[in-house]
């Protein structure tokens, strides 16, 4: 709102909330003519080259891995200025028998921005495990991004070699953990500038018990489906301490135990209280979520029930997947976003400061146009450069089953949503212009992973989404748009996205806040340049840099619509 | 397990063909009384650890209050000292302890619970599905879980600049709830 929204009324006009005027009125055509929907978004994927398919288990879902899908991650692995993207994968099991171990794959972006898959000769198709999530840090601070594959099996850390090749050096450092990894958050715990690792744990079940898994549980009466998670055991989460580049497993030491054993699945990290430190936010499915609170002294406190953040706003825990952090109500706090299993709102939980949150999810509208749908990777993302942060939300259901029942609420893929953010003026805050959002967010696909990027450079931000079964989307956003200004942190040696740096950029008397995360999503790692919708602006007043050990690099009366380098200790 | 069935069978067996009457054909079937008095005798365990369970469950509660009157105190008196980080902490500490209330106990309970759950034990199967009691809880309905709720966000957003009435006040929220709850027969 800050910045004028001049197309607001029109718009309206596109998404369907004014017909009825227009028939008191007598002539649609006369009164008001319909303005092009502002949103556009078509998929490039296969086009640009984006086409390996994602394998996901059985046809049946038999159990809950043939469903829980996979992640993605934008990183520059080649340091040549281009975007390049990283998708995780998984196998094809028929009855008890594995029949296809799936490849990750590597895609590297030409000059023409269409995309080769250099898998092979980067030596990062995942080891033969069963992919979730990927997430991109510089772990050993030498200039180039590595991959940390979280698996089913044992994770896999991709050490960027420099040389366009990796090498996995995951047992080395201490990061196999064995176990059904899902999430998590490259962040430095200590700010003692080597990056830690939090890793989420879903359903502690071994390969035998998984093949051998049929559905058998009863669903509303009506179908057999996939057992869980309720029936199975939790898995733990893990807390990785980088001591001088070997992982020590610090969960216990550090205060974050998994005493409740949640089903953890997505994990972000963040300053949620704005105490200069980073604190973890863990979505667990059917579970309480957790937040963990930094102490400062390389302990954490779990508070997530009094904070606010742990349950909805009945007091019930919800079956969460993914996660986005962002000042989606642009009250200058962070709030938290965090999708839901079908029949239950996606919630937003607003701050409050000092690390205090609400849920208005009912009273900011993401919570009806989310409850039919089942919902996983998600951002808090400014799609159409107007000054405010959007909720593109991945769909689909866990069981195939659903669709021989039509008499049940919802079917086995699903379109995905796009929530429009009206500014905190308007009633509802937030409003479902999925369809007027283009052909991309027509596709009815069971939908999972979601990882944000200008991979085009032209400005705006692009959607690249896994699904299940089926090769990923790349949605190119051809909407109209606002001014914008993306934002390259470069370290002293010259690597980017040092993780945990914030950027505020200040135009039009609006101060916009952005980080650098590894893990955010569903399992997935965003592009690690700061992208700013500026609305109007196209001069930026101060461009405010914090890193990590909180030097800043400050630039005023930066021209808009630019990619700008800024190198720390500038 | 599957021994342990076999071996009940065996069992059950084995006990069935020793107390059959020579004259069985002449007298009515029916279950031995042996059976059924061992059954009863089983019937009052199952039935004495529910109520054990749910006394375990009044005394976390009731551990957990008394550690927020702790707080609460700590609170007003780090407060009216102007010892503002330990005050801070202590309404923190308090207003976690409210949660644990609306919680039945921290996340460790959670997990012993989801165990329960996971096994088939339902406390409040009946409340549960009139929406009165979430899945498993024991004494702590919906409504006061949204009133403890409710008061711990409120605890926690003065730990900034507590001030001594409105804690006050707030406690004595939780405490009329907590009672309300701990109520015999509840």
Redesign the interface.
Known sequence: MAFGRPGRAALAVAWGAAPALFVLAGNVEAVAPAAPPRYRFVDMAPELGLTRVVLAGRPGKDHLLDSAGTGAAWLDYDRDGRLDCYIVNDWLIEGDRITEKGKNALYRQRADGTFEDVTDDAGVGGEGEWGAGAFVADYDADGWPDILVTNFGRNVLYRNLGDGRFENVAREVGLESPGWNTGAAWFDAEGDGDLDVYIAGYIDNSLEQILAARPTLPWRGMAKVATGP?????GADHYFRNDGGHFVDATVEAGME?????FGFSVRAADFDRDGDPDVYVANDS??N?LYRNEGDGTFQ??A????CA?DE???AQASMGVAVGDATGDGELDIFVNHFSEDFSTLWQG?G?G?F?DVSRRTGVGPPTYTTLAWGTALADLDNDGDLDIPIMNGHIYPQINDHPELIGTYEQRNILLDNRGPEASPMFVDVTDAAGPGFQQVRASRGLALADYDDDGDLDLLITHLDAPPSLLRNDSEVGSWLVVVCEDERGGIAPIGTEVRVTAGGVTRWRDIASGDSYMSTHDPRPHFGLGSAETVDEIDVTWPDKTRSVRTNVPARQILRIKKGT | MRFGVQATLAAAVALTIALAPASAAAQASGTPEEMVATYSSLADGVLALERSEANLVRSIVAVTLAHGQLNLERALSAAEKGETRTAKAAV?AL??D???L??EG???V??VR?RL??GGHHHNAAGESQGLY?EGYVIVT?AA??KL?AS??A???M??APKADALKAEWKTVEETVAELMKPGN
């Open positions: 309720f029936g199975l055991d939790g998994d005493k409740g054993l949640g579970d309480p957790y779990e508070v029930t009094w904070t606010g349950l009945n007091g019930a409050l000092g205090l609400e | 923190e207003a976690s409210v949660g644990q609306a919680t921290d996340n460790a959670g997990a989801k759950l996971e979430d919906r879980k949204a709720l711990s966000r605890i926690a957003a730990a900034a």
